[in-house]
């Protein structure tokens, strides 16, 4: 008697699991009474009272003068047209409120997550690859991450600049896109900051639009990241970092291949 398949998508609606039968049962027998939709849901008849007032109160059901009472579904195409309005009303006005707190909140928001997982890295840093629209700057350390991505990093390159900066010329070999060296200054201040052995070693470090910015580092065996968002110093140290670079030439991978 009731359909069984409508009564998840009337809960998604809002119906407690009494609502959805007892509405399911009304559309199939167009009318009933409480005590009919007692014996036929199974429902406790004094939860049947209850359900039915609450149905009545949204206007999915409507209740005869007789006694007793009988009960049935209003106009499915009214009501439900009757929702649809007041859930784009309610959709709009909450808009409308979003909407005036995004207007009054400041434009620089800086956010910083830690990803403690290589999952969570592995997924910042291909989503920054995808959204970049301006440039990237990266900063590489190690053939693990330099193999990983560089699929990635020719398919930035063809929409926009893209700076591979590496510590070691010969990682160049290995990457099919023009690649870099940092100055002193660069290898000092982003390969190699501090020299105690314990201290943990950076191994990828991304600039991305002058906004983001994603460090990865090697803290004994693991590796653990920091990714910023609206990050305020991202545009001046990629500048300062483009101004220290070299460019790493064909004919220098020549040389190091005899």
């Excluded at 014996?39 to 209850?50: A, D, L, M, Q, W």
């Excluded at 499915?76 to 959709?91: A, C, N, Y």
Aim: net charge positive; hydrophobic share 40%; proline share 3%.
């Amino acid at each position: 008697m009731i359909d069984e398949s409508l009564i998840p998508e009337l809960k998604d609606l809002g119906m407690s699991e009494y609502e959805a039968k007892v509405y399911s049962m009304l559309l199939a027998l167009r009318v009933a009474s409480a005590r009919e939709i007692h014996e036929i849901t199974k429902i406790p008849r004094g939860r049947v009272y209850e359900t039915l007032t609450v149905l009545i109160e949204k206007g999915y059901v409507n209740s005869s003068n007789e006694n007793p009472a009988r009960y049935s579904a209003a106009d499915v195409s009214r009501t439900f047209d009757r929702i649809k309005h007041k859930r784009l009303d309610f959709l709009d006005k909450l808009s409308e409120k979003l909407q005036n707190l995004e207007k009054e909140r400041s434009e620089v928001l800086l956010g910083a997550y830690e990803l403690r997982t290589i999952w969570a890295i592995d997924k910042q840093i291909r989503l920054i690859f995808a959204r970049a629209k301006s440039e990237i700057v990266i900063l590489l350390n190690d053939e693990f991450f330099m193999d990983k991505y560089a699929a990635d990093m020719v398919k930035a390159k063809k929409r926009i600049p893209v700076y591979p900066i590496i510590e070691d010329e010969s990682f160049a070999e290995k990457l099919p896109l023009k690649c870099y060296l940092g100055d002193k200054d660069v290898n000092a201040a982003f390969f190699r900051p501090q020299q105690e052995p314990e201290a943990s070693r950076i191994k990828l470090i991304i600039y991305s639009d002058g906004r983001e910015s994603l460090l990865v580092f090697d803290r004994e065996g693991i590796y653990e990241g920091v990714f910023l968002s609206n990050h305020i110093h991202a545009a001046y140290i990629s500048r300062m970092i483009l101004k220290n670079i070299t460019e790493i030439k064909p004919l220098k991978k020549k040389k190091q291949k005899k």
